[in-house]
């Protein structure tokens, strides 16, 4: 356990805080589906751990203030108010992610979620009256692939917009575990090995779902890609 101090953890919050606004500026509104809705009831849950979580910085300060100057003080660490119970089951320990680009935007989804990546030429079959996110389906074998563009899921429609896919087509699809779903990106980069502490996992997935926390030196969000696929087909199919 390294040595902190009261600077430190208010260098901590105010690390928090300006990864909040690097990520507000780098990820717009994703348009609204029912996928949020499937969310309510853990946000509910989130919500909670979330006070729990303040309560907890507020008494390690309080108790820090008590400290004598020179005295060797347990140092509270980002682990020790990290509400780990929100944490993903594979990010118990450490795990592998896949590392891939949407537009300048470097995202990572963990390998468990995730089923192949496979290089896109863009020809799928289009399905009238769909979201503009969702491009086609893809045949493969017996089945077909939904391709979604991932750039309108994470960055929102007014920005997704402004780019000519055509010109710039998404060239890679990352399939989900289930193979139902594929995520069209720019690139596939690398698959990486990460410490459950160098992230920052969110308390608060009102907005944004499915961004469950940012790799700390990277500046890389962590995408649960299962809330970027839509609920509503799969409702319908269980």
Not at 94 to 114: I, M, Q, Y
Request: with cysteine.
């Amino acid at each position: 356990m390294s040595n902190t101090s009261k600077p430190v953890v208010k260098q901590l919050i105010e690390q928090e805080l300006a990864l909040d606004s690097y990520l507000t500026t780098m990820l717009a509104e994703i348009p609204p589906t029912e996928l949020i809705e499937q969310q309510e009831q853990q946000l509910k849950v989130v919500s909670k751990l979330k006070k729990q979580q303040a309560t907890q910085v507020q008494s390690t300060v309080k108790q820090q203030q008590k400290k004598a100057a020179g005295q060797v003080t347990l140092i509270p660490t980002a682990t020790a108010v990290k509400p780990l119970a929100i944490m993903p089951d594979y990010a118990q320990e450490e795990f592998s992610a896949l590392f891939f680009k949407v537009g300048n935007l470097v995202l990572a989804a963990p390998l468990t979620d995730l089923a192949r990546t496979m290089r896109f030429d863009g020809k799928v079959t289009k399905i009238p009256q769909q979201p503009i996110w969702f491009m086609g389906l893809l045949p493969e074998k017996e089945t077909q692939i939904g391709i979604l563009n991932m750039a309108y899921l994470v960055q929102g429609k007014s920005r997704a917009a402004q780019r000519s896919y055509e010109h710039a087509p998404l060239q890679n699809v990352i399939v989900t575990l289930d193979g139902k779903w594929g995520l069209a990106c720019d690139e596939v980069l690398n698959i990486t090995k990460v410490q459950p502490d160098r992230v920052r996992w969110r308390t608060d997935r009102q907005k944004k779902p499915w961004l469950v926390g940012t790799v700390i030196d990277e500046l890389v969000a962590i995408v649960d890609v299962n809330a970027l696929v839509p609920q509503r087909k799969r409702k319908n199919e269980s």
